[in-house]
């Protein structure tokens, strides 16, 4: 009798285990995400100075840069805790 109950306890352990693990496709197509958004911020930001004629601005565009990262990494951050629960809540073990 205790060996269906031992085999469901391996199964859930198991399959915790897999939640556990990072997704590396997830985790690569977040990077690139945020990548992407953060190039494509310092890239309109200079398209704009240089559109209305004006000097870059570097101050400007580095702190639109680093306000879209941070921004964007508590997004992705969010996005990975939803998905990937068992990443960020204990599920190691």
């Given amino acids: 009798m205790d060996q269906p109950f031992s085999?469901?306890?391996?199964?859930?352990?198991?399959?915790?285990?897999?939640?556990?693990?990072?997704?590396?496709?997830?985790?690569?197509?977040?990077w690139l995400c945020w990548s992407i958004i953060v190039i494509l911020t310092g890239v309109l930001n200079w398209?704009?100075?240089?559109?209305?004629?004006?000097?870059?601005?570097?101050?400007?565009?580095?702190?639109?840069?680093?306000?879209?990262?941070?921004?964007?990494?508590?997004?992705m951050t969010r996005i990975e805790m939803w998905l990937e629960p068992g990443r960020f809540y204990g599920y190691h073990h």
């Fill in 7 to 30: 085999h469901r306890g391996e199964q859930a352990d198991l399959s915790r285990q897999r939640d556990a693990q990072p997704t590396m496709s997830l985790q690569f197509t977040l």
């Fill in 47 to 75: 398209r704009a100075d240089v559109l209305a004629h004006q000097p870059l601005d570097p101050v400007a565009l580095i702190v639109h840069c680093l306000l879209v990262g941070a921004f964007g990494l508590l997004v």
